[in-house]
């Protein structure tokens, strides 16, 4: 198993850009989940879905952030317009609904917006 | 929603001696409890968990202990080594199935 796959790893823009992290969970975890680690705040969860459904948003900071789940195998992960305090490294796990609850990391996209 | 506490925020330990961590939670309801180890740019690992049904769980040097009635739970390492040295983060899962982690750990083996 490949475990959870994210891209890009490594992700430098400019303030006003549009930036897209993507997400692939393991085969067969139904429930998805995207943190944001910073040294400030610690690990934050932003959004998760269950069977690609989102369940709970209200990790969300603003409108700027937005998240989909097309199907089962696939999640992005949206910053339009990006800021300098969006700089942070932005994680994805998966799990299975109803259990076991163990939940598995991405490697990570490091994102730095100048 | 769940509060997860987290102490010490530091911790700085002589190769060979123990390392406890300590978290407290705050929801009743939650019913699981892992503990994550992440090394420098790293991604967060699961090292060890444990349920509302168990009071205690030992993975060779690790183990977790768990305290319902104080809502407290916490992780023991025993004979540290130096690739013990990372942050350690606490989580606790509810019926909604959201982790809320602690703040973390910063652990250091001194050789």
């Known amino acids: 198993d490949a475990g959870v796959i994210q891209s890009p790893r490594h992700e430098v823009t400019e303030m006003g850009q549009e930036v897209t992290l993507r997400c692939k969970p393991i085969?067969?975890?139904?429930?998805l989940f995207w943190y944001r680690q910073t040294m400030m705040r610690g690990l934050e969860l932003l959004i998760y879905?269950?069977?690609?459904?989102?369940?709970?948003d209200s990790g969300m900071p603003e409108d700027r952030f937005s998240a989909k789940m097309p199907n089962a195998s696939f999640s992005t992960l949206k910053i339009q317009p990006s800021e300098p305090r969006d700089s942070a490294v932005y994680f994805c796990?998966?799990?299975?609904?109803?259990?076991?609850?163990?939940?598995?990391f991405g490697p990570g996209t490091r994102l730095t917006v100048t | 929603g769940e509060n997860v506490e987290q102490h010490p925020s530091t911790l700085s330990v002589q190769e060979g001696d123990s390392a406890v961590i300590k978290c407290t939670y705050s929801?009743?309801?939650?019913?699981?409890f892992p503990w994550y180890k992440q090394e420098l740019g790293k991604r967060p690992q699961l090292i060890i968990d444990?349920?509302?049904?168990?009071g205690e769980k030992k993975d060779q040097r690790i183990a977790v202990t768990l305290n319902k009635t104080a809502k407290h739970f916490s992780l023991h390492i025993t004979e540290t080594q130096p690739e013990d040295s990372a942050v350690y983060f606490c989580?606790?899962?509810?019926?909604?199935?959201?982790?809320?982690f602690g703040a973390g750990t910063t652990v250091t083996v001194r050789a």
């Open positions: 444990i349920r509302s049904n168990v």
């Open positions: 989580a606790a899962i509810s019926n909604d199935y959201k982790l809320s």
């Open positions: 085969s067969g975890h139904n429930s």
């Open positions: 879905f269950n069977n690609n459904v989102p369940i709970d």
């Open positions: 929801d009743s309801a939650s019913n699981y």
């Open positions: 796990a998966s799990s299975s609904l109803g259990g076991p609850y163990e939940q598995y």
